[in-house]
């Protein structure tokens, strides 16, 4: 999923979020894809910053810090802060579509590893499913054939 950002100080640009599960949130500030920055000289916390800090640069060519702060273990889209100041990106998810998304993870305990690996799968595409801007009505009838979907995915593979 890629959001359109607007961060101040680059309004002239055109910035991206994306939410990569493989490579972790990545920032494109026109059509440039960021890299993560070494901010601190502690090496005790480079790690950290690798994972939470990217460099932004802007187009006078002056350079600001982007820092992610995780949202919910990590499982929704974080809040960005540039500078100090916080940028909006999406909505995060309400009470009852967590609980809807997760719902495929109790397959783990009827079905062992086969109900995790069942249950992760609907997760991540249940998840990504209500990112998307469609009508709700489909939204919500393709998010029930996905748990049943998954029900059933994890009784094949048993």
Known sequence: MQYRIYPPGFDQSEVYFRLNYFTGPEI???????????????????????????VLT?????????????????????????GKEEVFITEPFKWWQLLWIALPICLVFVGGLL??????????FNSRLL?????????????????VGSFFFYVSLS
């Open 115 to 124: 109900g995790g690996i069942a249950g992760a799968i609907a997760f991540v």
């Open 58 to 82: 802007k187009k006078n060519g002056t350079t600001v810090t982007a820092t992610l702060e995780p949202r919910l273990f990590g499982l929704d889209i974080p809040k960005l802060f540039i």
């Open 28 to 54: 494109i500030v026109d059509g440039v894809l960021t890299k993560p920055g070494l901010l601190s000289e502690d090496p005790s916390k480079r790690l950290r910053d690798i994972a939470n800090q990217i």
């Open 131 to 147: 990112r998307l801007d469609l009508n709700r009505f489909i939204k919500v009838l393709c998010s029930i054939l996905i748990v």
